[in-house]
């Protein structure tokens, strides 16, 4: 009998089981439930909620042995939200205080507690938390004079988040080659710099968390008087020369994105020592009025002047709920670095290992101290024309690994897929790297055997490939 059903059964079998039996089954069906169902655990940080995709039966060849391997975890898992970040946006609910500036006089919000925690983290003096990256990238622009049409020099490898904020400012982009180490080419730089006197900011995009010569990207913008604002959607925890990246500017902006170090959907803040920057962040954002006063972590009443009634209220700001997912994350920061950053030097130097003559895998520049490698990136060698490229994607993506191109034509991370903000002058480098450049989510609730999986399907998928073109 299913055991779900014999309490049911009881009451109508009196001259079989007594009441203390039925006790006793009651529980024992009970503890099967909790046995077996992953919906009642307490703990979202362990390993056994990885989402799972349906097991892949992998070939088998004449012996009886798996020709392949094959991963069979989602590459698209995020990091879970810890249990106090639950918690919290649950009593948030409860009380309906969602709104930063619904707190008492002299009392801090969600929000202003995680603004709290994040320029401790980052070594920032003033903070604003944000709806998203893509307004605080917006906002670097506007608050340090960006006229409109005025332009913007930046990285041409970045996600169109990047152009779309310059568009949003009312910019022009120009764009900088990038080099194979998907960095920004600080020779390029110059050049653009050069030939556009009138550019006044650059905008540099740490892309995959990837930091380029910061020391002398900041000479070339002294040297030019252009601004520097920098880009750290994706390089929250890396360090430069033992400092957290994001100073180099006068003003940075991170992510809260989905697939970033912390998670709350979407979500941003824009970082600053700057007290004027500061302050009209905090009115675009929505701090009208006298509301600033609610503010924990930017400068005095003095510094926000007559921007109350001089700055449109954009109403960006990010919620108390977002906020709260977000605190319990910024705690685990460093664990998590560590884990990732394990795991990524176990795999790439698999690959380097195995099939290193087939790739190139970028490196990183000398002055970065500490990196955060929660994706793995690598150009297939130059050998792999565009339809053996496409081969190896597909090989991986049969065998359970979706793995992206950033050359691909619909990547929103191929610069030719920016119709809104085009680029004006050729750039072959960046295109040749992107042309080959392959990027592949490296998941923290995956177990390690995972990655052995995931190394041992890019592995045999670039040996099929060139083995059936005959050049294995």
Partial sequence: MNL???????????????????????????????GCSNALLTNPMTA??????????????????????????????????PIEGQEGALELMRSGRLYRYNVAPGEDSVVSLCEKEIVAYTGHKYCVALNSCGSA?????????????????????????VPSAIEHAGGKAVYVESTMDMIIDTEDLEKKLKSNPDCKHVLISHMRGKVADMDTIKHLCDKYDAILLEDCAHSLGVQYKNKHSGHHGIACAISAQSYKMINSGEGGFLLTDDADIAAQTAVYAGAYEGLSA???????????????????????????????VIRPQIKTLDERIAKYNARYVALVNDLENRVGDHMYI????????????????????????????????????????????????????????????????PLPKTATMLSRACDVRMPLMWEDEDFEDMANVLVESIEKVLGDHGML
């Fill in 362 to 425: 970028p490196q990183l520049d000398s002055g970065v101290s500490l990196m955060v490698h929660d994706s793995v990136q690598f150009c297939l060698d130059a050998k792999f024309t565009p339809t053996m490229l496409q081969e190896f994607l597909d090989e991986c993506s049969d065998h359970g690994l979706p793995v992206e191109n950033f050359g691909h034509k619909t990547n929103a991370r191929n610069f030719v897929n920016w119709g809104f903000a085009p680029a004006e002058d």
């Fill in 4 to 34: 779900f059903l014999i309490p049911f059964a009881l009451p109508i079998l009196p001259q079989i089981y007594d009441i203390t039996m039925f006790k006793s089954i009651t529980l024992f069906c009970a503890l099967c439930c909790i």
């Fill in 294 to 324: 609610k503010h924990a972590t930017v400068p005095p009443k003095e510094a926000f002047k007559d921007y109350p009634v001089t700055i449109p209220n954009y109403s960006l700001r990010m919620s108390n709920l977002a906020a709260a």
């Fill in 137 to 161: 990238l917006m906002l670097l622009l506007k608050t340090t004079g960006l006229p409109v049409g005025g332009k913007v020099i930046s990285n041409a490898f970045t996600f169109g988040a």
């Fill in 48 to 81: 056994s909620t990885t989402t799972k995709s349906p097991t892949i039966k992998p070939t088998i060849n004449p012996i009886g042995v798996p020709d392949r391997a094959y991963v069979t975890n989602d590459i698209k898992t995020p990091d879970p939200i």
